[in-house]
């Protein structure tokens, strides 16, 4: 398959016209469409429909299209990396949890890019399972995940976010001495799911009661358990960094439960094995450097 083929075709598609990208590419008009046309016979199929003034994809070529853009990508990356092989790559591709990437990765990513201006960075969102398969799939070049095992990557904790109980104001709890769990149980609770062993933790220290306690609210979103606790629907555990800004404000405040030490949600920087050096010591030394100003 002929690269100036498919680099036509994404040309075409970004300036709207054959006349604009034929400019674009320093060629004439008819050489564009040739070279469309023999990328259409190469793919057995037609990629634009023609039948207008207006040029619009075909169900194909839309379908294609992705592929066309990931192919270019791919090829001016290996190309530049092949003739500046100690050079950063111009785009980096980070996959995050939402956990990490609402409350962790802004700071992180602007200090990356204050130090790397010249990287384009694009973040993605998604389950740490699913971060992990992109990164093997070398779809993505860095993960910020829960705490994951895999031979074919290399994974460091770079940040530990104490689990916290959250009161509204006003809260009985804010006069007690100290809580027991039994307490807590009492109270009726804001539950944020989360897909972390080390949340897991939390539910079980309730095994031991002998009557469950009262999950009044199930959400998934940690936006939608701080506002439903700001607002006295109930209490709830939470990662202290998720409410700073509403614990700064006074609007939400974390009592101390000692079944609580020790318990924090790990956020690990994956990496395929022996790739990405440069990027990846330069993000350990900003998680830590987030992780050291985050708990000060």
Known sequence: MNLDHIEAFVFVIHYGSFNKAAEALFLSQPSVSARIQSLERELDCELFDRSGKKIFLTEKGELFLPYAQQILQSFRVSKQLLQHPTALP???????????????????????????????????????????????????????????????????????????????????FLDAA????????????????????????????FDRLASPPDFAYQVDHVEAAKRLIVQGAGIGFLPELSVRHESEAGRIFAVPLAELAGIALQTHLISLVGENGAFAKTLRELGRIGSQSHSA
């Open 90 to 172: 111009p785009e980096l591709r980070v996959g995050s949890t939402s956990l990490a990437s609402g409350y962790l990765m802004p700071n992180l990513l602007r200090a990356f890019a204050e130090q790397h201006p010249e990287v384009r960075v694009k973040l993605t969102t998604g389950p740490s399972d699913e971060i992990l398969a992109k990164v093997l799939n070398k779809e993505l070049d860095f993960g910020f995940v829960r705490n994951l095992a895999h031979p074919g990557i290399q994974s460091e904790r770079i940040y530990e976010d104490p689990i916290r109980l959250y009161v509204p104001a006003g809260h009985r």
């Open 178 to 205: 100290s809580l027991s769990l039994e307490d807590v149980a009492s109270e009726p609770l804001v539950n944020f799911e989360c897909d972390s062993l080390d949340w897991l933790r939390v539910h079980r220290l």
